[in-house]
């Protein structure tokens, strides 16, 4: 089966234009202003509708009020919810509930411990997201999209036992290393397509896309 690619932090057509034609599955949208990557809801609705029945559209958000949530998924209308910042499980179902779609809830990473952890967003979240934990203390450090990875270690004997998304790091020249150290079937890009923060590159998703979709996976 082939890897399963979401394309993150889309702010041009032209870049969503080169995920769709290289078969991106999920497409995602930051709402999150101190992010590079914020876009405001209504042009994130005209690049939406564009992608609309090619690839699932993601909405993201860090710890955002139901006020957010409300306006964004009114514009936008979303399929699914990513949430990347220290929800607690029962927000996470609070929101599923609430506002009627699947949510994919990113998890911090450094070792197994992190990982173990995670495994209570179970039966809350519809799939859970590994992403690198950041150093403390480190610098313009966002929740996400920091081109950083962590350990792919620390998933092992993970496969089967939750559905997940591996994230963190990857780009187009280690992601095909990644999806087979992890047995990742989903895998998300942001920053690993940029030629700098917020400014997708066509070319490198469209490697990207190659690179992922090529790795052979097991049923």
């Not at 202003?33 to 509708?49: E, F, Q, T, V």
């Not at 559209?57 to 964004?72: C, N, Q, T």
Request: negative net charge; charged residues 25%; glycine residues 10%.
């Amino acid at each position: 089966m082939a890897t399963e690619v979401k394309i993150c932090g889309l702010r041009s057509e032209a870049a969503l234009d080169a995920a769709l034609a290289g078969g991106a599955d999920y497409v995602g949208f930051v709402f999150y202003a101190p992010s590079p990557r914020n876009i405001a809801p209504n042009a994130a609705r005209a690049l939406a509708d564009r992608a609309r029945g090619r690839a699932k559209v993601v909405a993201l958000f860090v710890d955002p009020d139901d006020e957010l949530l409300a306006s964004v998924i009114e514009a936008v209308s979303p399929d699914i919810i990513q949430l990347h910042g220290a929800e607690s499980p029962a927000r996470v179902s609070d929101i599923a509930r609430r506002f009627g779609r699947p949510v994919l809830k990113a998890v911090s990473v450094a070792d197994a411990k992190d990982v173990e952890a995670a495994l209570a967003y179970a039966g809350h979240a519809d799939r859970i997201l590994f992403d690198a934990k950041l150093l403390e203390g480190a610098a313009g450090a966002l929740p996400g999209g920091n081109g950083i990875a962590f350990d792919w270690q620390a998933l092992a004997g993970l496969e089967g036992r939750i559905d997940f998304m591996l994230a963190g790091g990857l780009n187009p020249a280690n992601v095909a290393e990644a999806i087979r150290c992890t047995g990742a079937h989903a895998v998300d890009v942001s920053s690993g397509v940029e030629s700098r923060p917020g400014e997708k590159d066509p070319d490198l998703i469209r490697r990207f896309l190659q690179a992922a979709k090529t790795v052979k996976q097991s049923p």
